[in-house]
């Protein structure tokens, strides 16, 4: 079980020793029960944060926000680490991100929380049960969610409204910290790896088409998948109507002879090429918190592709993404036990 | 027009509408939208994730198609949006608001001929709200109400086993004559259960702007104020927020070459997005709104700003969706209080 008020207090004390120059974590947000990411700078500040089945979100990606703010004010290290909340899912993503040597280990200071017998929500399954019923608080309680409604409290059990990521979750515990909270109940997956894959998979080659064909209609461009990826850190864009850094060098030749790969309508072929590339993009480094999935505003299971090259990187060459920092990466190594003749 | 319908006849009278394509709510993938009639329609729904302002203004619009053989001129050929005349049900009455806002602005200064081409051939039949279909629903606090008969054709309001049907425009008493003997008239205690289920949905408590009336000059006066990149930290800068409202009109206008020999293709607009880092970005590699804080408050303040001084009403019309779709929190409601309070 996690106290926040651990958390909270660890919060104010990195602040208050400067020890961090800021703690990302999650507060109480405005609307309704939801928490939402929270920057702190202040020692007092750190009261705000709450640690409960709504903190969904993977913060790490603030971790390359800040990065990007750095780089951008010309500078290499902002000095003391910043502090951050990271679930199981998210000290995977910003171990590939050290791998990657996006930033240094020493750069982030990270506060492990473990996601113990649960893991957190879906808003789209708690809807779905809860039936229009507004929830105003959320908590976790051993194996359950417990939901405060102007009904009263409604305990219901964490697996069926929990994130299918996190039901298939083989790393619930954050292996990569400096501190951490929470019990290690790595192994308590409640449904095998790559259920859904499978159970999508299992359909025909004419079933899956039709599936993703549907799917690939209904994506709107909003980008949110990429927007919300921790791992989507990439200055230029296959997609944006810019794919390069433009300055006051680039010439009118090298801006008007840009390839377009995807045109901006929101058309199936185009919709395709986009999230196809993100996918492969994403194989090997893909840590599947999910995020994308959770973003989508029109429910395309974006996860599956992601799925896939994880699985397929699996199978192949027993990868697991994000498993240590000093690690070989899927695509920039080559061990003598791969398969693959014709590399050799 | 005032007539009373029996909900069970609500199939008889679409399938009577037969110079009209009808389409209504329906579920697909977990989230409502509008699609097609398909059997009977359902108007239980919550709202809608989009908006229906796709029946005027569509994510992709072909303005003309171009060929042109080497050493000749080039061939325009000009497509004009054709089809049959619409009829949406279902429409909720921030969304009806919509619609005089987007007639604003494509025919303020120029007429827009694909819009209009649209426009003219949709009729909406609305639903009034007897409870707030979403917990972020607020429409009273930006002049709209649950009632609200603005920019549609026709009002249903759910009085239990059956609807009240009034027409509010030559095009809603078309609907209604096209099925005239569906129709009873109403009686007096028709009338007065109208009356108390309206007095009903007004006085159901929701979620408030608090000075909607201060907002424009007080955001006016609140351009440097540093709030913008403090509530916009946790900014992804996805589109989900202008994608799904129903009065964001921005778009970017693109020829898509779909052959060289000869060239040929088409000159499109398409949906464009002021939360796109690259909305605003200049040919030079200069962009005036890089960070999320300027492009949250270009968002906030044509809502409630620009819109308002140029048109003399608020822009926003209190659907919420922008609120709950927000994978990050952030919260158009929160952030407009936010700013004004602290304009003093």
């Known amino acids: 079980m996690i106290n926040l008020k651990d958390i909270r207090e660890t919060a104010r004390d990195m602040l208050a020793k400067g020890e961090a120059r800021a703690v990302i974590g999650y507060r109480r947000g405005s609307r309704g029960m939801l928490a939402e990411p929270a920057f702190l700078t202040k020692p007092e500040e750190a009261d705000e944060l709450v640690w409960d089945p709504t903190c969904f979100h993977n913060l790490s990606l603030y971790l390359v926000h800040d990065r990007k703010h750095l780089a951008h004010a010309g500078k290499n290290s902002g000095g003391a680490p910043v502090a951050i909340i990271a679930k199981g899912c998210d000290a995977r993503s910003i171990v590939v991100l050290m791998q990657e040597h996006y930033f240094k280990r020493e750069d982030v200071y990270i506060i492990g929380v473990s996601c113990e017998g649960t893991g957190v929500v879906d808003e789209r399954k708690l809807a779905t049960h809860l039936n229009g019923v507004q929830a105003s608080n959320a908590a976790f ?3 359950d969610f417990v939901f405060t409604t102007a009904e009263g409290e409604k305990r219901i059990p964490a697996r069926e409204v929990m994130a299918d990521r996190c039901l298939e979750c083989r790393s619930p515990y954050p292996k990569e910290h400096n501190l ?10 409640l449904e095998a790896p790559f259920a859904a894959l499978d159970r999508f998979e299992a359909q025909g080659a004419g079933e899956r088409w039709e ?3 549907r799917h690939f209609d209904r994506c709107i461009r909003c980008f949110a998948c990429r927007s919300v990826c921790p791992m989507c850190y990439c200055d230029e864009c296959v997609v944006d109507s810019i794919t ?3 300055t006051t060098e680039t010439t009118a030749d090298e801006k008007a002879s840009r390839i377009r790969w995807i045109e901006r309508s929101a058309a199936r072929s185009e919709n395709i090429t986009y999230l196809m590339t993100r996918a492969m993009h994403l194989a090997g480094r893909c840590t599947d918190c999910g995020e994308c999935d959770r973003a989508c505003p029109v429910n395309v299971p ?5 799925n896939k090259m994880e699985k397929e990187a699996r199978e192949q060459f027993g990868f697991e993404p994000g498993a240590s920092i000093g690690g070989p990466s899927l695509v920039a190594s080559f061990l003598d036990k791969d398969p693959g003749e014709f590399i050799r | 027009m005032e007539k009373i319908l029996e909900k069970k006849r609500v199939d008889d009278w679409v399938a009577a509408l037969t110079g009209y394509e009808v389409h209504a709510p329906a579920l697909e993938e977990g989230i409502w939208g509008y699609q097609p009639i398909n059997g009977p329609i359902r108007l239980d729904h919550t709202n809608t994730k989009q908006p229906p302002k796709e029946f005027a203004f569509p994510q992709r619009e072909v303005f003309f198609s171009f060929e042109q053989i080497k050493g000749e001129a080039p061939r325009l050929k000009q497509v004009m949006p054709s089809g049959p005349r619409h009829a949406v049900f279902g429409v909720r009455p921030c969304d009806g608001r919509g619609v005089p806002r987007m007639d604003k602005v494509f025919n303020d200064h120029a007429q827009d001929a694909y819009y209009n081409a649209r426009r003219k051939n949709v009729a909406y039949v609305g639903l009034a709200c007897n409870k707030p279909p979403s917990a972020n629903c607020f429409c009273l606090s930006v002049g709209g109400s649950p009632v609200s008969t603005d920019g549609l054709d026709v009002q249903l309001t759910d009085l239990g086993d059956r609807y009240f049907v009034k027409a509010i425009t030559e095009a809603g008493k078309d609907l209604m004559t096209a099925a005239g003997k569906l129709f009873a008239d109403p009686s007096a ?18 979620r408030a702007v608090n000075n909607p009336d201060q907002a424009p000059a007080k955001l006016k006066a609140s351009f440097k104020s540093p709030l913008w990149d403090e509530l916009a930290q946790a900014c992804i800068g996805c589109g989900i927020c202008t994608f799904l409202c129903p009065t964001c009109h921005c778009f970017d206008i693109n020829d898509e070459v779909q052959g060289k020999a000869p060239l040929n293709g088409q000159r499109v607009r398409t949906w464009d997005n002021c939360q796109f880092p690259d909305f605003t970005m200049h040919s030079s590699g200069h962009n005036p709104r890089e960070g999320t804080g300027a492009r949250l408050r270009q968002r906030v303040c044509h809502k409630f700003q620009y819109f308002y001084e140029n048109f003399g009403m608020h822009q926003c019309i209190g659907c919420g969706r922008c609120i709950t779709e927000c994978p990050v929190g952030i919260d158009i409601i929160h952030v407009v209080n936010k700013v004004v309070e602290n304009a003093g």
């Open chain 1, 141 to 143: 309680d051993g194996d």
């Open chain 1, 180 to 189: 951490v909270f929470g019990e290690d109940k790595t192994g308590r997956q």
């Open chain 1, 211 to 213: 599936n993703w064909a």
């Open chain 1, 244 to 246: 390069f850094p433009v």
């Open chain 1, 302 to 306: 974006i996860r599956l592709l992601n």
């Open chain 2, 189 to 206: 205690a028709d009338q007065k259960q109208l009356k108390q289920v309206h007095a009903a949905a007004v006085a159901h408590p929701q």
